[in-house]
Each structure stands twice: as C-alpha cells, then as structure tokens.
C-alpha cells in the first residue's frame, strides 16, 4: 500500500506515469504524480453517486511548504468530496430528492463520515432504482415492498445461512430508506407514512459470529505480523481492549494518562469517554506514545501518520489471515475475541461494556458462547 503523506514517503516514490495513491476516506484518494525532471503534481480522485470516478488536478504545489501540502491536499478533497456529494440530480418530491435532503441534515447533524455512508447507499440502492423516480406523496406500499424484494437475491440452492444474511442486510437498507422518507414527512412532502411504515422487516436475521479466534490463533494473528509492526501494534491494542479498530486508530497522545492508565476513546458509535486500560495495554500505549507530540496518532500508520480508513488495514488482516489459516478473517474478529476471552475470564459483563465501549445487552446477545470455557462451566455444576 502506497503512502505520501510524509516528506520521507514521498522522496522514496519512483517515477512513473500513473499517481501514487493514497486512500483518504472511502471513494476518496489523493494522488501524486512523480515524473523525471519536473516537479511532483497533486490529484484528487473520487468515486462519485453514480460509481463514476471524478479527479481535480491541484498542480505542483511549490507555493505550500513541502511538510503541509498533504495536509492541504487533504482538506482539498474532503471540499471536493462534499460537492460531488450533493450533485444529485433529482426531481424535487420525487424519493430520490428525500434521499438527498436526509444526507444533508446527516452532514449537518452527524458529521461528513455518516454522510458519506449515507450518500453511497443512497446511490447504490435508490437513485438508480425505479423507486427514486416516484413521489413520495404517491409512494404506496407495493412500490416499497417490491424495491425490497428486489434486494433479497441469492441462488437457488442457497445455503439458510447465506439467504438469512441476504434478508438482514435488506432489513438495514430498508430502515435507510424509512429514515429518509420519515425525514421529510416530518417537512410535509407526504400527507402519510402509511406506505413504508406498513413494509416490516424480516424476522429471524440477526446471527452470531461463528469465528472465535483461540489463544493459539491470537498469538499466531500477532507473530504474523512480526513484520509490518505498525499492523502489529494496532492489532495488539485491539486485542487487548477489545475496542474496535477506528476507535485505536483515531487515539492520540495526548489523551493517554500513562498514570492513571486511562485513555479516551473517541467518539464513534459510542460518545467518546474515557476508560480504564488492563496494565497490558498500558504498557503498549505507552510505548507507542514515546517521542510523540499531544496531536499525533497513539497507533500510527506506516509513513507517520493516522491509519485514515478500513481500506488501509482491511487488506492487511486479509493477508495476515490467510498466512495463519483463517482466511476469513477481519478486523472485527479481534474485537470479537477480546470480549469472549473477558466472559471466559469471568469478568463481570458491566467491566466488559465499559472497556470495550458496548451495551450489557450487546455482549449477552452475541459474545461468549462460542469458548469451550463456558461448556466447561456448565460440566462442573452438579445438576444429577
């Protein structure tokens, strides 16, 4: 994965006729084009609403001090991004155009990220849907059922667990579209919201993890990464906290209290708070915040700087993954691990939700079940 984020990444570049890339933010990259004799030029790419891929060319860049013109670049194209965002060309009224409107009240509610998400969504599944075309004050609740029909495919000879998975993620873009329409209901653009409120969900699809990575395959997850330690480091953080992978990579030193042992956890799906770190993890952090300036990534990404989406270390834990024999691995398995591995201990669930930033309800739900331990629990308790 290439990097030029950093003045000593860049120098190492070769000269090619294609941009180095480095991903930003998903659909979005910076460029930089290294060429014999001239100087370097800088280019934005993104993945539009429609899947098309847009550039902006920003030149050279001499007149910007060489250690800021990423840093620049980067605020270039989060604008950039944000314009082509709310370039969709819709009929006022229509469910396409409430689409558009809800991912504008999320941009100014919830942040540019859950608008981003919600505007790739949108044009995954609405815009270029027949549906989008239709009023919403003509909207019925065929047309809603038969745009959710059309979500759930798989073959034939699908296994229950896969047709199950299909239904689940219909449910969660079908609650997409109803929070937009129930949006712009509240504006009046429907006199009802009969029509999609009488569409239910699936029932029966949400399903457990099946992967539990034993202490053996933990320990083999870390030694297989014994050469990339950045990804090391980051995995080991999550293993030990159970935090999820975008929570460790947004940490910065200065909210590590190596005394008291507490970091905060910034904000995410969760408000962002502050926790309690096992003396492990201390030492971890601690390690990695050697040296390092208040502002800078706690776990930084190769090059120096912050791990910036999934499409940066998703890849890796493939490879790492594959490496030890679990080719399906991913990020959240990590997480996954590190809670089930708390209940085996048999630490108090209310200890477990505070570290690992999730609901009581949550960890009994999904975690635990899956350790021998708890089989071994149940063996010793004298029934008969």
């Given at each position: ?46 993945r ?135 949006y712009?209901?509240k ?66 030193r200065?909210?590590?209290?190596e ?50 989406s ?19 691995l ?21 200890s ?33």
């Amino acid at each position: 994965m290439t990097f030029i984020d950093t003045v000593r990444a860049r120098a190492a570049l070769k000269p090619r006729k294609d941009p180095h890339w480095q991903v930003v933010a998903k659909g979005l990259a910076i460029g930089l084009r290294v060429m014999e004799g001239a100087a370097p030029t800088w280019t934005i790419r993104y993945r539009n609403a429609t899947g098309k891929q847009v550039y902006k060319p920003l030149g050279n860049l001499l007149e910007i001090l060489e250690t800021k013109r990423f840093d620049y670049c980067h605020g270039l194209a989060l604008k950039f991004m944000q314009e082509q965002q709310r370039r969709v060309d819709t009929v006022p009224g229509t469910v396409a155009a409430a689409c558009a409107a809800y991912v504008e009240d999320r941009r100014e509610k919830k942040g540019e990220r859950a608008a981003h998400d919600a505007s790739r969504r949108y044009a995954r599944l609405v815009y270029a849907h027949s549906i989008g075309a239709i009023m919403v004050a003509d909207l019925t609740a065929r047309d809603v059922e038969q745009w959710r029909s059309a979500l759930v495919k798989f073959a034939p000879d699908a296994s229950e667990d896969k047709m199950r998975r299909a239904r689940e993620t219909a449910n969660r873009n079908m609650t997409m579209l109803r929070s937009a329409l129930n949006y712009v209901y509240k504006h009046d653009w429907a006199a009802t919201p009969r029509a999609w409120a009488a569409v239910e969900q699936y029932e029966n699809t949400t399903g457990r993890r099946t992967l539990f990575l034993t202490l053996e395959q933990r320990r083999a997850v870390v030694a297989a990464c014994a050469d990339q330690p950045e990804l090391r480091a980051l995995v080991e953080a999550c293993l030990l906290t159970g935090l999820r992978v975008g929570q460790v990579a947004k940490m910065t030193r200065g909210r590590f209290d190596e005394a008291r042992g507490t970091v905060e956890v910034p904000k995410g799906k969760t408000k962002a708070a502050p926790i309690t770190l096992p003396s492990a993890a201390v030492k971890l952090f601690a390690q990695q915040c050697r040296d390092k300036t208040p502002a800078a990534p706690i776990f930084h990404a190769p090059g120096g700087g912050f791990w910036n989406s999934s499409n940066q270390w998703n890849p890796l834990i493939k490879r790492v993954g594959k490496a030890i024999g679990v080719p399906t691995l991913c990020a959240y398995d990590f997480r996954h691990a590190a809670i089930s591995a708390m209940i085996e201990a048999a630490i108090d669930v209310y200890s477990i939700a505070e570290l690992c930033q999730t609901g009581i309800e949550q960890i009994r739900k999904h975690y635990g079940h899956l350790s021998p331990a708890v089989r071994e629990k149940y063996d010793r308790a004298a029934v008969l």
